[in-house]
């Protein structure tokens, strides 16, 4: 039997489920987030993308791991438990940059934590036992970028693929709604998850004596898990193959050897069509929390009233995990459903005419689009940043935002993701156009200025971005009120000195453009920054790199601080370590001011933590 209505929120008790007439849903998920019905939330989009496909859906949100009971609210799903840690990984989500414990998650009611560390691996383990005899597919962005042997940057070790320690049939990889569907309609047609080894953006696992017979063309064998735990070199070889394989046209078929298991990953599922992104969209989210919550949920609050135009991004910032998770093809959506999606906001409460946003990864990439994508993918020796074969769809992008302000009950669209400055034309008219749609900042991500940073990271040269600030700055003439540059900037990212983090505060100290927006490094799995982090070399090169840690990254984050008087220790000792004493004084241009007794400080702090 199919339900084809969607119901208006999907079930999260026993009697929700049972007033649609349902004994026993198809398939169950769990997530480490709240359950809010709005497309920027997994558990809404892909079970609705599955009632869609014809299969009943019920979400277990935030299950109290220390009590089996919670888990098993709906009894046995008919087909399989999907199993997803969240929007954030928990580790990502639980911890700060300097490994101590957040206090709160935007992701959960009154932004109170409930996910457990390694949320994959506890769920998992917890359904097994529980449910022995069901299969569990798990997914979402910690499992998704933990489906190699990776760096953990929170136990400061190489672990094993998530799939190799979790009881689970299956691993999802990247945004997951064609492969999450394929595996619905198979497990239905009576084939086991456990043995569907075919299907894009997947990754599976067999014992180590059934990969002797292992009969795939173009398979490539990656160093095994012992020897990336144990040599860098060899932790960097498999990280290159790993990143050339995510194109989902040309990439191979990967397996890694780890001791109890074989791991493989099948290609990537192929880019979404723009029909496919409109039918995913256009489901009927009701942009609201779940009624069973009391409290907000505080990662609703900024996007309840923004859209998604496009998925996707061929930035390819190192440090970014996007190319290995929604892949760098563009996938945009039409102007038609974006636009049906705004109009709808007039009929919810507590829209005010307001649209927060209308973007994806890099707001001004909707509609990019380069003829190689559709039969070759993103090229492996070339940045899509500077090829001339890229065709733009900014100019869309901006009559888009025009036409939407136009509709019934729409005061203002706003961009409120943020806008790739290298992507945006320099002509004055232009800017004044996309000024319109600017809510008093400008949000750029140049995150670093100097040629070896910025090299390292992938990122434009900070000459490109010192050329937009200018030709920002000469748009703002006469203007009232004005709009401000708000730069994203980073410390602690691997190839970055001391020298380099002082070089970058006397930059944003002549060009007057001091923030707080200032991200410290954290190396998260799978991304070719925290390869660098964990190995001190860098993938490409094969050559060694400086590695900030431990001192060295408080002291970097504090010089861009500089004018916080709560820094002024880290910064005097940064100052004096790069031999710039010449920024300690009252003069002009100085950084901090001199005072014997802030280096008292400095020095006793430094010989209390050597």
């Known amino acids: 039997m199919t339900y084809p209505e969607q119901p208006h929120f999907l079930p999260v008790t026993r009697e929700e489920l049972q007033a649609l007439g349902i004994k026993q849903p198809d398939i169950i998920i769990i997530s480490g987030d709240a359950y809010v019905d709005h497309p920027s939330f997994a558990s809404a989009l892909l079970g609705r993308v599955l009632w869609n496909a014809g299969f009943t859906v019920a979400i277990i949100p935030q299950p109290d791991y220390r009590n089996p009971d919670s888990f098993r609210v709906f009894g046995k799903p008919r087909l399989f438990f999907a199993i997803s840690g969240g929007s954030v990984d928990s ?70 693929s998530v799939l190799a320690d979790a009881p689970a049939d299956l691993l999802v990889f990247g945004m997951g709604e064609t492969a999450l569907c394929t595996i619905a309609k198979k497990t239905d047609n009576g084939i086991k998850p456990e043995n569907m080894h075919d299907i894009p953006g997947t990754t599976w696992k067999i014992p180590p004596k059934q990969a002797e017979d292992l009969n795939i063309p173009d398979l490539f064998i990656l160093p095994q898990y012992s020897d990336v735990k ?247 003439e006469g203007r009232r009120p004005r709009q401000y540059l708000v730069p994203y900037l980073m410390s602690g990212h691997p190839g970055c000195t001391i020298a380099d983090m002082i070089s970058l505060a006397e930059y944003l100290r002549d060009k ?40 060295e990254k408080k002291i970097q984050r504090a010089i861009l601080h500089w004018r916080n008087s709560a820094h002024y220790s880290l910064v005097l000792e940064g100052l004096t370590i790069a031999g710039r004493k010449d920024l300690i004084g009252n003069k002009a241009g100085c950084l901090i001011s001199a005072r014997k007794s802030g280096e008292i400080r400095a020095k006793r702090k430094k010989n209390q933590n050597p």
Not at 98 to 121: H, N
Not at 142 to 148: G, H, N, V
Not at 318 to 334: E, K, T
Request: charged share 25%.
């Open 91 to 160: 580790m990502v989500s639980n911890y700060t940059a300097a490994r101590k414990k957040r206090s709160d998650d935007a992701y959960s009611p009154g932004g109170i934590p409930k996910r457990p560390d390694r949320v994959i691996l506890v769920y998992s383990d917890l359904v097994h036992r529980l449910f022995p005899d069901i299969p569990v597919i798990i997914g979402g962005i910690e499992a998704s970028l933990r489906r190699f042997a990776h760096y953990d940057y929170w136990s400061d070790s190489v672990r094993q």
């Open 230 to 476: 144990d040599n860098p070199h060899d932790f960097s070889l498999a990280h290159s193959i790993i990143a050339k394989n995510q194109n989902p046209f040309t990439g191979k078929t990967l397996m890694q050897r780890h001791p109890k298991t074989v791991i493989v990953q099948n290609p990537p599922s192929l880019p979404l069509k723009t029909h496919e992104m409109d039918q995913i969209y256009d489901l009927p989210y009701q942009r609201e929390k779940h009624p069973s919550y009391k409290e907000e949920i505080p990662a609703l609050i900024p996007v309840r009233f923004s859209v998604i135009s496009h998925r996707g991004c061929y930035g390819n910032c190192n440090f970014c995990a996007l190319s290995m998770h929604q892949g760098s093809i563009i996938q945009s959506r039409s102007r038609e459903s974006i636009l049906l999606e705004i109009a709808s906001f007039q009929k919810m409460s507590g829209f005010s005419g307001i649209v927060s946003d209308v973007g994806g990864p890099s707001a001004n990439m909707y509609m990019d689009f380069c003829p190689n994508w559709e039969k070759k993918g993103v090229c492996t020796d070339k940045e899509c940043t500077r090829c001339p074969s890229l065709k733009t769809g900014i100019y869309g992008y901006l009559d888009l935002l025009d036409e939407a302000e136009k509709l019934p009950g729409v005061k203002h669209v706003y961009i409120g993701s943020g806008l790739r400055y290298d992507l945006i034309p320099t002509d004055q008219d232009f800017l004044k156009k996309i000024s319109r749609h600017i809510s008093g900042q400008m949000k750029v991500a140049p995150e670093h200025i100097t040629r070896t940073v910025t090299k390292t990271m992938n990122k434009p040269a900070g000459e490109v971005f010192d050329q937009f600030r200018k030709v920002f700055e000469k748009s703002q």
């Open 512 to 551: 007057g453009l001091y923030t707080e927006q200032v991200q410290d490094f954290t190396p998260t799995p799978l991304t070719t920054s925290t390869c660098m982090y964990a190995t001190g070399l860098n993938p490409s090169t094969g050559k060694p790199v400086h590695v900030p840690k431990g001192r």
